[in-house]
């Protein structure tokens, strides 16, 4: 039964000029998008490659990644230890409804953002 309607459809389809001339068209716009958009990607892709390159050769950004390197050791921890154990408590629902949302947000502070020590 399935393959008579799809029979029947072909036959209106093969019959019918003007679909046929609107699909085409279609598929043509399709085609054409599709390709412009893979020329682009394309470009992009090479644009950067050369892009990153040129970065590489660059004699100034080599001494600054290895300036940067000695120095790693020398620059303090941007957050304390106990700041993602404290995270992770405020993450409880709970937490909120027990304490003003102030001191939450407080004690976070005190936790990420005090003083760094060493």
Known sequence: MKQLVLIDV??????NGQLKRKIKIFLGVGLVGGL?????????????????ARLGADAKVQEQVRDLKTEMPAI?????????????????VE???EKPVADNLQSLKDACLGAVTK
């Open 10 to 15: 072909m036959k209106k389809f093969k019959a």
């Open 36 to 52: 412009l958009v893979g020329a682009l990607i394309i470009w992009a892709g090479v644009a950067t490659v050369q892009h990153v």
């Open 76 to 92: 303090p921890a941007l957050a304390k230890v106990g700041c993602w154990d404290k995270v992770q408590s405020i993450l409880n």
């Open 95 to 97: 937490v909120w409804f």
